[in-house]
C-alpha cells in the first residue's frame, strides 16, 4: 500500500448513537490517530509544541496545558460519564484538590461521615486551614441534610458507594435538594465507575475519580480525572491545571485509556464474584457483619438498584470474634488476596483500614461512623471466585 501524508479521516461521533457502554469504553469520542492512522492514541512524549507564528498552532502549546495523549483519555472519559468535559489529573487527590479550590473562605461544604481517608485529611488538614468549614453527617438521612444546610454551604460532596462501610446515598434524592438551594453536587464514582453509575444522569454536577482504581483496572498507574457539563467547573478545572499542573503524563495517560478499553469485562467480573464472596460470608459461622450493597438485608439495597447497574466489586466485614488482634490474623492468611491499600485492580486485594487507607481519620470520628478497628475490606478481583472463596475459608480456619 502507498504511504500517504494525508490525515486519516475521523471517525463519526459515535456518541450520536445509542450505542451500549461495552462499545463506548472502548469507543466513545475516539478515532484513529490523524497523521498514521494509529488505532490506539500515541504517546506524546513531548513538553512543547512547534507554532506556525506566536500564538498558532495546531491545537496544543504547552503539555502541561494540553497533550494529545491525555486529551484521548479525556475525551473517552468525558464520553463514559455523559458530561461535556473532562480534566484528568496526575492522582485523584489532585482532581480533588483542583475542584476545591473553587471555594473561597467561608464556604462550607457538606460531606457524608463514611469517607475515604485521603479526602477527610484533604479536607480537615489542607483546606479547614484557609477558612473552609467541612460538615461530616449521614447523608443517607435527606431530613438530616436539609437540617445542615445553611446560607453558606457551597457545595456537598457524595461518595457512593462509601468507602469501607458500602453506604448508599441517593444521588437523584440528594442533587434535587441541591439543585433548589444553588449548591454544586459533586460525586465521588471511584468505586462504582461509570460502568455500574453515572452520576450526571442523576443530578450531579461534577464527577471525580480515582483513575488509579477500577478505570486504569491494573494497578500499574497512578491518576485522577473530573468529568462536568457545568460551565463554571469547567472553566475553574481547566484553569487549575494551567495554574497548578498537577497533570498526568503521557504515559500514565496511554495506561489509563488501554485500562479503560476493558473496564466493562472487569467490572462485571468483580461484581459476579463479589456477590459469590458476599453470600459465602454471610453463612459462614466465624463472620460478623457483612457489608455489601447487594445483599437484600442492606438498608441501600433498594437505592443501589435504581441508581448502579450492579453492586460493585468491593465488600467489607466482621468477624465474630470482633477483635483487632483476630482480624489482622487473618488477613495475614490470605494467600491469593494480597494484602495492600488500594483497590479496583484485576487481582483481590486485602486491606485494613483502620491501620491503611483510613489512618489519617481520628479514633472518634471513625467510630462515630460505624468504623470498627476490626473492620477488614476486601477488593475483589477478576480470579475464579472459587479459588477466592477457598482463599478466605482457609484463612478463616488458621485464625
Not at 316 to 325: G, H, M
Amino acid at each position: 500500500m502507498a504511504r500517504t501524508s494525508e490525515p486519516v479521516k475521523q471517525r463519526i461521533n459515535l456518541m450520536d448513537k445509542n450505542l451500549h457502554f461495552n462499545t463506548l469504553a472502548i469507543h466513545a469520542r475516539q478515532h484513529p490517530e490523524s497523521t498514521s492512522g494509529a488505532v490506539m492514541p500515541p504517546i506524546f512524549q513531548t513538553s512543547t509544541y512547534a507554532q506556525e507564528s506566536p500564538g498558532v498552532h495546531k491545537g496544543h502549546e504547552y503539555a502541561r496545558v494540553t497533550n494529545p495523549t491525555r486529551t484521548a483519555l479525556e475525551n473517552l472519559l468525558a464520553g463514559l460519564e455523559d458530561a461535556t468535559d473532562c480534566a484528568a489529573y496526575a492522582s485523584g487527590l489532585a482532581a480533588m484538590d483542583a475542584l476545591l479550590k473553587m471555594l473561597r473562605p467561608g464556604d462550607e461544604v457538606i460531606s457524608t461521615h463514611d469517607l475515604y481517608g485521603g479526602s477527610y485529611r484533604l479536607f480537615t488538614q489542607v483546606f479547614e486551614p484557609y477558612g473552609i468549614r467541612f460538615h461530616f453527617i449521614d447523608l443517607t438521612d435527606i431530613a438530616l441534610l436539609k437540617e445542615t444546610i445553611n446560607a453558606k454551604t457551597r457545595m456537598i460532596w457524595i461518595e457512593t458507594p462509601t468507602n469501607p462501610l458500602l453506604s448508599i446515598i441517593d444521588i437523584a434524592g440528594v442533587t434535587d435538594i441541591t439543585r433548589r438551594h444553588g449548591i454544586l453536587s459533586v460525586v465521588d464514582n471511584t468505586f462504582a465507575s461509570p460502568y455500574l453509575q453515572q452520576p450526571l444522569k442523576l443530578g450531579a454536577d461534577a464527577v471525580i475519580h480515582s483513575t488509579t482504581k477500577y478505570l486504569g483496572g491494573h494497578s500499574d498507574v497512578i491518576g485522577g480525572a473530573i468529568c462536568t457539563s457545568h460551565k463554571e467547573i469547567i472553566a475553574n478545572m481547566r484553569f487549575q491545571t494551567k495554574a497548578s499542573g498537577a497533570v498526568p503524563g503521557p504515559m500514565d495517560s496511554y495506561l489509563t485509556l488501554r485500562g479503560i478499553k476493558t473496564l466493562a469485562v472487569r467490572m462485571q467480573r468483580s461484581c459476579d464474584n463479589a456477590h459469590k464472596i458476599a453470600a459465602y460470608l454471610v453463612n459462614h459461622k466465624d463472620v460478623g457483619h457483612v457489608y455489601y450493597p447487594g445483599l437484600s438485608t442492606h438498608p441501600g439495597h433498594r437505592i443501589a438498584k435504581n441508581q448502579m447497574r450492579d453492586f460493585g466489586g468491593m465488600l467489607s466485614f466482621t468477624l465474630k470474634d470482633d477483635r483487632v488482634e483476630k482480624a489482622l490474623n487473618f488477613m495475614s492468611q490470605t494467600e491469593i488476596f494480597t494484602l495492600a491499600e488500594s483497590l479496583g485492580g484485576v487481582e483481590s486485594l486485602i486491606s485494613h483500614p483502620v491501620s491503611m487507607t483510613h489512618g489519617s481519620i481520628p479514633v472518634e470520628v471513625r467510630r462515630k461512623s460505624g468504623l470498627s478497628d476490626s473492620l477488614i475490606r476486601l477488593s475483589v478481583g477478576i480470579e475464579d471466585a472459587d479459588d477466592l472463596i477457598e482463599d478466605i475459608g482457609q484463612a478463616l480456619e488458621k485464625c
